[in-house]
């Protein structure tokens, strides 16, 4: 079993900055592959970023192409999403989730196996 516990959310402004983090313990190695996962109110969950565990494969949604940047320390068991640009539509609960083994491209929720339980993400004047 893994578990993942999401931090960094809160309110920002638009255009402005704000750097979430996920920490995985348990059964790490089944957890190689990581990915962010947003949910805005109403809408269904989408996918964000995700990551292999060296930190060189990464792949972002279109939306936050050139905004967001993913990345992975702590001998792969803590990811980050720093966040840029901030935009209202960016409002969002984003989730931290894992995977055993990383795939090019774009995730959908289905292929993941561990979910934390989000931190929200207000981006408002």
């Known amino acids: 079993q893994v578990q993942l516990v999401e931090s960094g959310g809160g309110l920002v402004q638009p255009g402005g900055s704000l750097r979430l983090s996920c920490v995985a313990s348990?059964?790490?190695?089944?957890?190689?592959?990581m990915a962010w996962f947003r949910q805005a109110p109403g809408k269904e969950r989408e996918f964000v970023a995700n990551?292999?565990?060296?930190?060189?494969?990464?792949n972002y949604a279109d939306s936050v192409k050139g905004r967001f940047t993913i990345s992975r320390a702590n001998a792969g068991n803590t990811v980050s999403l720093q966040m840029n640009s901030l935009k209202p539509e960016d409002t969002a609960v984003y989730y931290c989730?894992?995977?055993?083994?990383?795939?090019?491209?774009?995730?959908?929720?289905?292929?993941?196996?561990?979910w934390g339980n989000g931190t929200l993400v207000t981006v408002s004047s």
């Open positions: 348990g059964r790490t190695v089944s957890a190689n592959a």
């Open positions: 990551i292999n565990l060296s930190g060189v494969r990464k």
């Open positions: 989730a894992a995977r055993t083994a990383y795939y090019p491209g774009t995730w959908s929720t289905g292929m993941m196996n561990y």
